[in-house]
């Protein structure tokens, strides 16, 4: 029998708000979610741990949902924390079931075995990543070449260092979003907008966009606020604003919809 983590009172690990949305856009969230399954406590954390940071990307579901609603897209959100599984890492990678996240032990997630870690993953990463692949295929069926976005939050302060950037476009070879994202966000004088900052994604993380977009060719950008400037709810809503003032007119031009080598 294999386990099964998740209880008929747990929510569904995945999300989809706006799915009549019609642009050829999806918006994905992959760390919307700061639940945890009951089955697992609470990871043997404080509630005040798993509300911080390291739990989830405060203020992006905000923000990612305020942008399909902007953009008529579809979004997907992942249903729970990133520290039960990390739905933007490999499973196989060491940190996709974290023991130790920005200086706080996991104790819940200590000598897991295959079984228990196959778990979270048949319950929260696969569903939430089928998702993505099912509305991705249904475009490709329709010979659709949708674009990806994926929409995260960073903390002020890592490791004791302040991070200037109120927003970071990550991206690898693909320019055709992040390129002029970067430069529409940078005409706005009060913004000190990152490229590949807070952090590169041309260093192997980032699973969804890679998996997802890279690897088929579609246009992609993986988009960071800081969560100081979005933790509230109405001011999460006016970033959402201006990132699709930002991305309209690059997600209305034709030419970036193609299937890239
Ligand atoms: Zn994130």
Not at 11 to 24: H, K, M, W, Y
Not at 47 to 66: C, F, L, N, Y
Request: glycine letters at 6%; hydrophobic letters at 40%; charged letters at 25%.
């Amino acid at each position: 029998m294999p386990q099964t983590l998740l209880r008929p009172d747990d929510p569904s690990p995945v999300t989809v708000r706006r799915a009549e949305g019609r642009a050829p856009l999806l918006i994905a969230c992959d760390h919307a979610s700061n639940r945890v399954p009951t089955a697992l406590g609470n990871l043997g954390l404080a509630q005040s741990e798993i509300e911080r940071h390291i739990g989830w990307d405060i203020g992006a579901a905000t923000v990612a949902a305020a942008l399909a609603e902007r953009l008529d897209a579809p979004t997907i959100l992942a249903g729970y924390s990133r520290l039960v599984i990390d739905c933007n890492r490999d499973p196989d990678d060491s940190t996709s079931i974290p023991e130790m996240s920005d200086g706080t032990p996991i104790p819940g997630n200590r000598g897991l075995s295959a079984s228990e870690r196959a778990a979270r993953k048949r319950a929260i990463f696969d569903p939430y990543h089928a998702e993505i692949e099912g509305w991705l295929k249904r475009q490709a069926a329709r010979n659709v070449v949708p674009a990806l976005l994926s929409v995260h939050s960073f903390t002020p302060v890592m490791g004791g260092k302040a991070r200037p950037w109120h927003v970071g476009i990550l991206w690898d070879s693909d320019p055709r979003i992040p390129v002029p994202l970067i430069e529409a966000l940078r005409r706005e004088r009060d913004l000190i907008v990152g490229d590949n900052e807070p952090y590169s994604a041309r260093i192997p993380q980032g699973y969804t966009v890679r998996h997802h977009a890279a690897s088929e060719g579609l246009p992609h950008a993986a988009i960071e606020l800081r969560q100081d400037l979005v933790a509230e709810d109405s001011a999460a809503a006016r970033w959402a604003e201006r990132l699709a003032a930002a991305l309209a007119p690059i997600l209305a031009r034709r030419d970036i919809y193609y299937v890239r080598d």
